[in-house]
């Protein structure tokens, strides 16, 4: 028996150890340096970062604690139906047990409720997993960085059609 998830919203509670999230996983995969999202200036506060209307976060909840997390925001710099999928990191509990697709549903269901037309995201060689499984769930490879993250480090980059 696989073990057990639930994905809800992130709330104020959840900051800390989202936080805490981000500054363990990143480093796994070597993106700790300038030009990735652990030096973000909303890492410390993302319920307050994404509580704005054209935005979503959520978190998945396995024992009680938050063991991940991924959002939606509108792409700085790009057309407006564009939004970003952002912050989607695991702790590794969370990960191979079906937490990533299910949240990959949330997320994209969100952008078509807020209207998004097209979802867009960056990523870093190495991070395998989760281009597979960003491409089962319909993303398509890019050969450019859209969009002004601030990102630099990141050297993948995909989007789909929502």
Known sequence: MSPSFQIRPIEPRDDAAMAAIIREVMPE????GPGFAIHDKEVDGMSQAYA???TAYYVVIMDGEVAGGAGIAPLVNAPEDVCELRKMYFLPKAR???AGAAMMRCCLEAARRLGF???Y????TGMDSAQTLYRRHGFEPLDHAMGGTGHFGCDRYFIRDL
């Open 29 to 32: 995969f070597g993106a700790d």
């Open 52 to 54: 704005r209307e054209d």
């Open 117 to 119: 037309k097209r979802c």
């Open 96 to 98: 191979g047990i079906g």
């Open 121 to 124: 995201l960056e990523t870093l």
